[in-house]
């Protein structure tokens, strides 16, 4: 336990969730962290599609991110609304549920799940590229690194939402001012020089074109840059996590991440046209980065460039935190509309959704592993998840303020119009550039997640399906039901007496004046049942003088010892049988098996003992006969204390 405080910190009271509510300082690295980090794969995501031009690529990015940067400003006045309309977390799910129906709400779950499993994936595999960039002799260790990373962010999590928010916070604000700075420093050295700044560092030569410029080719570095606009819908999603007042503080949240990425954005694509710069293939020995290679050029290869591309290292690593912002609470929602396991809305130790998040990682862990932690593998799936969610979210707003224009006494009345409008650009916009991202990345990958998404939707109907059928059968309570309430036959399964079978035994007799003890007969290791029949007699003799004895002179009903034997060597074979005879013998009558069980107090001594009680309970448990309930009774061991003490 001592060991799961440090990792983890001291549980936390229900009372105590006020606390860990955050501000603009803390939402910023929480929730920001996606789409900040976005800015250094973004732009070397279209780069690396318009690699085949050569030279010429580089002179269609400038274009390329200036309609992206349209989209984002779109997609930001779009956000500001729903959280306005939406102060207790307007994510996809919420609006597209509340607007448009069930079906669309789950649709829109599933396409927010796989965007943030993948943002995850992408940001880590990013961050690792960056690290192989700045130290090239860890290529070979890439996937290790990834998973690595992925179990720091995992930990940090489950610490706790507000603790996660400031220990971002410094690397989130380091990348920020480092790299901003030397984006500012290099468009200085670009208007200084007329248009033509000198590298510092010479960046690789550009291959030469393979391929000549069309529309198809250039949609396609338009859906690889739209990745940049992932996370923008995470505060939207987590408003629930900011202190009062609380929409104030999600808008102010919002509007300072997206400046940032419009500025880093926008800086980036500049001055890799001015500085000729293009993408390298993250998959063969010597790659860096788009970000790296920018360094280089502006800075060289000293002091500053390690900080800022440390920094970058750190912000693409900790992007994973958005999705941990977001994944739970959008898993809880859903459970509470009992479409997920409801475990998932269960708060955790530290006040976070514990079991989302481990879900995240687990999933993660998958994708990293299948793809060899690879960024450019992993792109192509990415951005069609978001861009369902931005597009269902955009127009289930769409019909939230159709809805409040038509209501008479509605507050909103006035400003639905406006409002409309601006969500219904949003819908169109983004309806248009997930068509693009869904044709240009279909053969790439996209078509995976077209398969993915009503794999999830099924889940969700089955488990929906499932816990109405629950609730159908036991959710119509009736009058106590007090016929045939006669106490139960006790059955107590023995492997030896001893103290942990002779606890059990006192519970039966306690329990029922019908007590059968059962003891299962194995042959030996030879196949042999000369050794079995010795233990069987010992047993007898055993039970005739220290349980026949006692119990005929304290004048309780003397318990049965009943000897089973096990020819296939189980022990859970001839216990159903005889349950089942039992069951023949007193139809009306329930029975009781009291398991004794040793439970051991040290977690290494777990490792120890053979755990049949276990099994026992699982066997019948699983043979559905609600006549037979299971009782356990536990010998816990403990030092320094007699034999018998306190049990």
Not at 212 to 241: H, P, Q
């Amino acid at each position: 336990m001592n060991l799961i405080n440090k990792l983890f910190g001291q549980p936390l009271t229900s009372s105590e969730e006020e606390g860990q509510k955050i501000g603009v300082f803390s939402g910023v690295p929480s929730l920001g962290l996606d789409g900040l980090s976005s800015a250094a794969y973004g732009p070397e995501a279209a780069l690396t599609i318009l690699l085949p031009l050569g030279v010429l690529g580089l002179s269609y990015i400038g274009p390329i991110t200036l309609i992206i940067l349209a989209l984002l400003t779109i997609l930001y006045f779009s956000y500001r609304q729903t959280i306005t309309a939406y102060p207790n977390g307007g994510g996809s799910y919420t609006v597209a549920h509340e607007n448009l129906g069930i079906q669309w709400g789950l649709l829109a779950a599933a396409a927010l799940m796989l965007d943030y499993t993948l943002t995850v994936a992408v940001g880590i595999s990013a961050g690792v590229g960056a690290l192989i960039s700045a130290v090239p002799g860890l290529h070979r260790h890439t996937l290790m690194l990834c998973l690595a990373f992925l179990a720091l962010i995992t930990i940090v999590n489950l610490r706790g939402a507000r603790e996660a928010g400031a220990i971002f916070a410094l690397p989130t604000y380091l990348f920020v001012l480092s790299l901003g700075g030397v984006l500012v420093y290099g468009l200085f050295q670009v208007l200084g020089h007329g248009g033509h700044p000198h590298p510092v560092l010479m960046p690789p030569a550009i291959p030469k074109a393979v391929e000549g410029v069309s529309l198809w080719l250039l949609l396609r570095a338009f859906a690889s840059g739209c990745t940049a606009m992932t996370g923008v819908e995470a505060v939207s999603n987590g408003v629930t996590i900011f202190a009062d007042p609380v929409v104030k503080n999600a808008q102010r949240t919002l509007t300072v991440i997206v400046a940032i990425l419009l500025v880093l954005l926008a800086g980036i694509a500049y001055l890799c046209h001015a500085y000729g710069i293009a993408a390298m293939d993250e998959s063969k020995p010597g790659y860096q980065s788009v970000i790296s290679l920018l360094l280089n050029a502006i800075v060289g290869r000293g002091g500053i460039y390690y900080v800022t591309l440390g920094s970058v290292l750190a912000v693409l690593v900790l992007s994973a935190n958005t999705s941990y912002a977001g994944f739970p609470r959008l898993c809880r929602l859903v459970a509470l509309d009992s479409y997920l396991p409801h475990v998932f809305a269960l708060l955790g130790r530290r006040l976070v959704y514990t079991v989302g998040i481990l879900f995240l990682t687990g999933l993660c862990a998958i994708l990293l592993i299948a793809f060899k932690g690879i960024t450019d593998k992993l792109i192509p799936l990415y951005a069609v998840g978001a861009f369902l969610a931005f597009t269902l979210s955009q127009t289930g707003m769409v019909m939230h303020w159709r809805r409040q224009a038509q209501e008479k006494n509605s507050k909103n009345k006035a400003g639905a119009g406006g409002a409309l409008l601006i969500n219904g650009l949003g819908a169109v916009c983004t309806a248009l550039a997930l068509g693009v991202i869904l044709v240009a990345k279909f053969t790439a990958g996209a078509w995976i997640t077209i398969i993915i998404l009503p794999i999830l939707m099924a889940v969700f109907y089955g488990v929906k399906r499932h816990y109405d059928a629950v609730t159908k059968q036991i959710g119509s309570p009736k009058p106590l039901d007090l016929i045939h309430n006669d106490p139960p036959i006790a059955v107590v399964p023995l492997g030896k007496w001893d103290m942990v079978s002779e606890r059990a035994l006192r519970f039966g007799i306690r329990l029922s004046p019908e007590v059968y003890a059962v003891y299962v007969k194995l042959p030996d290791v030879n196949g042999k049942d000369e050794e079995g029949e010795k233990k069987a007699q010992d047993l007898q003799a055993q039970w005739a003088e220290q349980v026949e004895k006692p119990a005929q002179a304290a004048g309780v009903p003397v318990p049965h010892l009943e000897i089973l034997s096990s020819p296939y060597r189980k022990l859970t074979g001839p216990l159903s049988q005889y349950l089942r005879q039992l069951r023949l013998q007193y139809p009306d009558r329930m029975i009781a098996v009291i398991i004794p069980e040793l439970i051991e107090t040290r977690w290494w001594e777990w490792l120890l003992h053979n755990h049949r009680a276990t099994a026992l309970k699982a066997n019948l448990l699983l043979l559905g006969d609600p006549s037979i309930v299971v009782i356990n009774v536990p010998w816990y061991v403990e030092y320094g204390k007699p034999a018998g003490a306190g049990q």
